[in-house]
């Protein structure tokens, strides 16, 4: 319910579909056959991400290894997915908006299926890099397309527990890699690993070739709101002999931040990264430009503290606790099941309480458990395992939220492409962060780094989504574009929502 001195047009915390007087069902009540299916197919799809995408990160000691690879070089293998991430984003998500979100879900598993069998392959670094790029233009993609098309397919007062449930497949797919790590490199090597991740994909594609397409797209798509081809707006006509050299520009500004720069040539670059970023996103995003950026610093600054914790815990377990492959794999068992459980528990939590609070709340619980976990030595493994479960649960669990957080800052006519693009821009702070820790771990030692990261960054997202800054920026861009109110007495009529307008969202 809305306060009582709440002002006209003040958006409330209760879902809009929300029924006062009806009685209580459960929310398991509220799901039909069809939602379940839809669920099951975009899970599906999350776990063998999770299985593909960690599979670089279990065998970057074996890679090194047999490449002759330095730490930091080997760290930028985990970075590569990200450099095309970006641009996976954008265009599979304007496809999504434009097409529907089905066929931009099997577009995108296919992409990092075909991706990591090809790593598996891989003849030297430069090869393998290449490969890990094409497992993030799928990576993007699936994060994007699956999101939207859950999201937008449940009930609107279930869509913070939509996103969570769907998120914990990407840990509890990390889970099964780490299982198959342990029971197939020590008696193959590591490449096998590579070729076993394209085997389950098969039936994710099968599932999603016959679902139906999410509802909210269906009803805009019907009512005639013409969706916004972001690819088409950026890439036609005369737009594109600017557009595709910026992108070239912006492709080769992340490519060289990876590698090792001086810290002022690193700094420019990022700034020239950042320029061409913002310069798309004012094209296609219209007015909303300002949120879209805000939501890229956002997911930036979400990334660098995770990251670190999710790319380097296998070799921090490996190098600094001296751990064999299965104590490896328990390790990051009860770390995957901490993330699973603290996804659902941040959905369930998002619908109850909020997105914000439940998103920010488990962030600040997790700056307790940061410290400890990595002052143990290696012969406190029982402990380490419950302070991994429960780090994960809070920390990594709180970004099964964050599709909701972000999508509900975009209207349906460009929301896969602007989810896309921004969390996939702002994901670059996962292909900065294992670089970032490996090299803070020279003078502080991995262990302390990764704490480090995980500290400070944390705090920084918790203001950002606590107080959220990205929706604060975009009202005072509306109302510096409005100009000043005109001088009555009387107050503003209520406007009502346009089509295209994005959801009601939680009170500031």
Not at 19 to 41: M, N, V, Y
Not at 78 to 90: D, H, K, Q
Not at 402 to 410: A, G, I, M, Q, R
Not at 438 to 458: C, D, K, N, S, Y
């Amino acid at each position: 319910m809305t306060p009582p001195n709440t002002p006209p047009g003040t958006p409330s915390d209760t879902p809009p579909d929300a029924a006062p007087d009806a009685a209580p069902r459960r929310w398991r009540e509220e799901l039909s056959a069809q939602d379940w299916k839809a669920f099951t197919a975009a899970w599906l799809g999350y776990a063998m991400d999770g299985f593909d995408f960690v599979l670089i990160t279990l065998v970057l000691t074996e890679i090194a290894q047999d490449f002759g690879l330095s730490p930091v070089a080997a760290a930028t293998l985990v970075s590569a997915a990200f450099v095309s991430r970006w641009f996976g984003g954008l265009a599979i998500g304007a496809l999504g908006d434009r097409l529907g979100r089905r066929p931009a879900m099997v577009l995108s598993i296919t992409l990092y299926a075909v991706g990591s069998a090809l790593c598996g392959f891989a003849w030297d670094y430069w090869s393998l890099f290449v490969f890990r790029m094409v497992v993030g233009l799928g990576m993007a993609g699936e994060y994007t397309a699956s999101a939207t098309y859950v999201i937008e397919s449940w009930p609107r007062r279930l869509r913070n527990t939509a996103s969570g449930l769907l998120l914990s497949g990407y840990p509890l797919g990390t889970v099964l890699a780490a299982e198959c790590y342990a029971w197939v490199v020590p008696h193959t090597n590591w490449r096998v690993l590579f070729w076993i991740g394209i085997v389950p994909v098969v039936l994710a594609v099968y599932l999603r070739k016959r679902l139906p397409e999410a509802k909210d797209w269906q009803e805009a798509y019907g009512a005639g709101e013409r969706p916004v081809g972001a690819t088409g707006l950026l890439f036609s006509g005369r737009r594109a002999a600017w557009n595709l050299p910026l992108c070239g520009v912006a492709a080769l500004g992340v490519f060289l931040v990876l590698r090792d720069q001086s810290v002022a040539v690193t700094l420019l670059l990022v700034a020239v990264v950042a320029a061409c970023f913002v310069a798309l996103a004012v094209q296609f995003a219209g007015r909303l430009w300002p949120v879209l950026v805000a939501l890229m610093v956002t997911v930036f600054c979400a990334f660098l503290y995770s990251w670190p914790l999710q790319s380097l815990l296998p070799t921090y377990l490996k190098t600094e606790l001296h751990y064999d492959p299965g104590e490896v794999s328990d390790a990051l068992l009860y770390a995957g099941v901490g993330y699973a459980a603290g996804s659902v528990l941040a959905g369930l939590l998002g619908d109850r309480f909020g997105t914000r609070r439940a998103y920010a709340g488990m962030l600040v619980a997790s700056l307790v458990v940061v410290w400890p976990v990595f002052a143990l030595d290696g012969d406190d493994t029982l402990a380490l395992w419950v302070l991994l479960f429960l780090l994960l649960a809070t920390g990594q669990g709180a970004s099964g939220i964050l599709p909701k957080y972000v999508s509900e800052h975009y209207p349906i006519r460009f929301r896969a492409a602007g989810l896309g693009f921004s969390y996939n821009v702002g994901a670059l702070g996962g292909a900065a962060a294992p670089v970032l820790g490996t090299r803070l771990a020279e003078p502080l030692g991995l262990g302390t780094a990764i704490a480090v990261l995980a500290l400070g960054l944390t705090a920084v997202v918790v203001l950002l989504v606590g107080l959220d800054v990205p929706a604060r920026i975009q009202r005072r861009a509306d109302a510096r574009r409005a100009g000043p109110p005109p001088r009555s007495s009387r107050p503003p009529e209520p406007r009502n929502p346009e089509p295209g307008d994005p959801e009601p969202r939680e009170k500031v």
